[in-house]
């Protein structure tokens, strides 16, 4: 089992009514996620907010080695969201003990394509909303375009910021990594979870081409 802290900034109570069921929720998604992969030491920052919106009751980030954020709503406090969205940040938690969450926009979507897939393979279920929105057309071939760019627009293809919807990202990289794992049954979202990103470049050359969007020589290096 992994060494871990548990960080409950609640100086001001907000968390107060739900911290045993935070506890416990923390710890179901440490032993689940324990089964299927090897996870380093880390802290664990948990604190309330009062954000309302859809995407408000729960938000949750792994900012650097070692260290998993969650921020929540507790009048919408729901432990399987909860723990859902801890699974979620242990796969960027393991894949920061190789590659790292990465730079260029492939390096992203591949990190965000495996942890979605890493929650399915721990949790089962349905695909989570931000892995099943639909990309625009032409999507695909601007992600080719643009998948060796460290200056990429991280909040206009992840965070809805601009003219992508939110979740689009999130979606991509979870379809290039479905394919993958079609094409590859020996693998799973945790026996992939350091794998280099540059290999998956080619699925998603075929999954632009399948749907006639680039030809599948068509990148910017």
């Known amino acids: 089992m992994s060494v871990w802290n548990i960080h409950l900034l609640n100086a001001r109570h907000d968390l107060t009514r739900v911290l045993s069921e935070v506890r416990q929720a923390s710890r179901d998604g440490v032993v689940q996620a324990s089964r299927h992969a090897d996870l380093p030491a880390f802290d664990l920052v948990i604190r309330a907010q009062a954000d309302r919106t859809a995407d408000g009751a729960i938000q949750g980030r792994c900012p650097a080695p070692g260290v998993i954020e969650i921020a929540l709503n507790p009048d919408r406090f729901d432990p399987t969201a909860f723990t859902r969205t801890l699974v979620r940040q242990m796969a960027h938690l393991v894949r920061w003990?190789?590659?790292?969450?990465?730079?260029?926009l492939g390096e992203a979507l591949v990190s965000e394509g495996l942890a979605g897939h890493f929650v399915l393979q721990v949790m089962g279920g349905q695909a989570d909303a931000i892995d099943s929105v639909r990309p625009a057309q032409g999507v695909m071939r601007q992600a080719m375009n643009e998948w060796a760019r460290r200056d990429h627009d991280h909040g206009r293809w992840?965070?809805?910021?601009?003219?992508?919807?939110?979740?689009?990202?999130?979606s991509l990289g979870h379809?290039?990594?479905?394919?993958?794992?079609?094409?590859?049954?020996?693998?799973?979202?945790?026996?992939?979870?350091?794998?280099?990103?540059e290999p998956f470049r080619q699925t998603l050359r075929r999954l632009a081409a399948s749907e006639g969007q680039a030809d599948p020589e068509d990148s910017e290096g």
């Open 175 to 197: 379809r290039i990594v479905a394919d993958h794992l079609a094409q590859n049954p020996g693998d799973s979202a945790a026996s992939l979870a350091t794998a280099p990103a």
């Open 97 to 104: 003990t190789g590659p790292g969450y990465g730079k260029s």
């Open 158 to 170: 992840f965070g809805g910021k601009g003219d992508l919807r939110r979740g689009t990202g999130h």
